[in-house]
């Protein structure tokens, strides 16, 4: 049963510390998407990648975000330092990509809930 | 500037009767429309899809409609059960936009028994 697995799955830190979220994508997937949802904004798409490089990360607090493939079995994310308004449940999803394909269904994490005191 | 609009943050329907959730967007160039449904404490899941050249795509109990003049898509749940209580996000994608999708903000279904 192939399921893309996120750690942790809770967070609790204080304001400044940097916090670190780990997804592993469904083997054979070529696209890896960080999502994060609030009360106010629903699903927002922080980054994504395909074939392990950086597409768009342009939902993403640049300055203190990161993500990151170091390989093709994890995923990344990183903030630091980490402020209270990052709390918010982070997902990572993966999906794959057929060339031609009109879209492709993306399968997501249970998520990280974080919470930045 | 939400592109993919869910004005119900919350819908209560009757366990047997049909459960109509709405979606709205923006973007004339969105081609591809999903729903997703997401329990309580898991990621969301892919529910159902339908394609710009279509008005209807049905899998069991669950319907899309599109209405692309009107820039709107609906989903209809018949006959509702409980198990369907659960957080909806319709979501919509563009031609050549690398698979990037857009979510709304999500409507929480409650079937009451």
């Known amino acids: 049963d192939a399921r893309v697995t996120q750690t942790p799955r809770d967070k609790v830190t204080e304001m400044g510390q940097e916090v670190t979220m780990r997804c592993q994508p469904i083997?054979?997937?070529?696209?890896v998407f960080w999502y994060r949802q609030t009360m106010m904004q629903g699903l927002e798409l922080l980054a994504y990648?395909?074939?392990?490089?950086?597409?768009?990360d342009s939902g993403m607090p640049k300055d203190r975000f990161s993500a990151e493939m170091p390989d093709a079995t994890l995923a990344t994310l990183k903030i630091q330092p980490s402020e209270p308004r990052d709390s918010a449940v982070y997902f990572c999803?993966?999906?794959?990509?057929?060339?031609?394909?009109?879209?492709?269904?993306?399968?997501f994490g249970p998520g990280t809930r974080l919470t930045v005191l | 500037d939400q592109q993919v609009k869910q004005n119900s943050p919350s819908l209560s329907v009757q366990e047997g009767r049909i459960s109509i959730l709405n979606c709205d967007y923006t973007?004339?160039?969105?081609?591809?429309f999903l729903w997703y449904k997401k329990y309580p404490a898991e990621g969301p899941t892919f529910l159902i899809s339908?394609?710009?050249?279509?008005d209807k795509n049905e899998d069991g109990r669950f319907t899309v409609f599109l209405n692309k003049s009107a820039k709107h898509l609906s989903l209809h749940i018949v006959p509702s059960q409980p198990g369907d209580s659960a957080v909806y996000f319709c979501?919509?994608?563009?031609?050549?936009?690398?698979?990037?999708?857009?979510f709304g903000k999500g409507t929480r279904l409650h079937i009451l028994p």
């Open positions: 083997l054979g997937h070529n696209t």
């Open positions: 973007n004339s160039m969105f081609d591809y």
């Open positions: 999803a993966s999906g794959l990509v057929l060339a031609g394909a009109v879209s492709s269904e993306q399968f």
């Open positions: 990648f395909r074939n392990r490089a950086p597409l768009d």
């Open positions: 979501a919509a994608s563009a031609p050549g936009r690398d698979d990037k999708i857009i």
């Open positions: 339908i394609s710009s050249i279509k």
